[in-house]
């Protein structure tokens, strides 16, 4: 997903509700105001709070990502280890495990699944609706029309 935000800031879908519009500015795209007065803290502080703050969606699904992934590559370390045990093996260590072809095949499978995940939003989006999502276009919008 932080890949999926990070790539929308600057990739565009003709069509897509997922997409930025190509032809003109957008809402989330304009500098922050800090006079605003329902502005957040970091907004009206500035400096780097508000830089880390304008980056903070990026930030949370980066530190998501390594900490699922962390928390797969221990229990499947920790499995690996147990099924080597119970046919009288020696354990693997952790640098071992990692250069084992089993754990990148379970990984890979995850982000595969993930791509092909957001592929369909970003791709059946362009063609279907429903009508009350705010994932989707209004229902009569046409296919070419890009954004909400």
Request: avoid cysteine.
């Amino acid at each position: 997903m932080a890949l999926y935000v990070m790539l929308t800031i600057s990739l565009r879908q003709v069509g897509s509700a997922e997409s930025k519009d190509p032809e003109k500015p957008e809402e989330v795209d304009r500098l922050p105001d800090p006079t605003r007065k329902d502005a957040p803290g970091p907004v009206k502080k500035g400096g780097w709070r508000l830089v880390l703050y304008q980056n903070s969606l990026s930030i949370a699904f980066v530190i998501l990502f390594l900490v699922s992934w962390a928390g797969h590559l221990y229990g499947s370390f920790k499995d690996a280890n147990l099924q080597e045990s119970l046919k009288g093996k020696p354990e693997k260590s952790l640098l071992d495990f990692l250069a084992e072809p089993q754990f990148w095949f379970e990984t890979f499978q995850n982000w595969q699944s993930e791509f092909l995940s957001v592929a369909s939003i970003v791709i059946l989006t362009i063609f279907l609706r429903q009508k009350g999502s705010p994932e989707s276009k209004p229902v009569d919008a046409a296919h070419t029309e890009t954004g909400k």
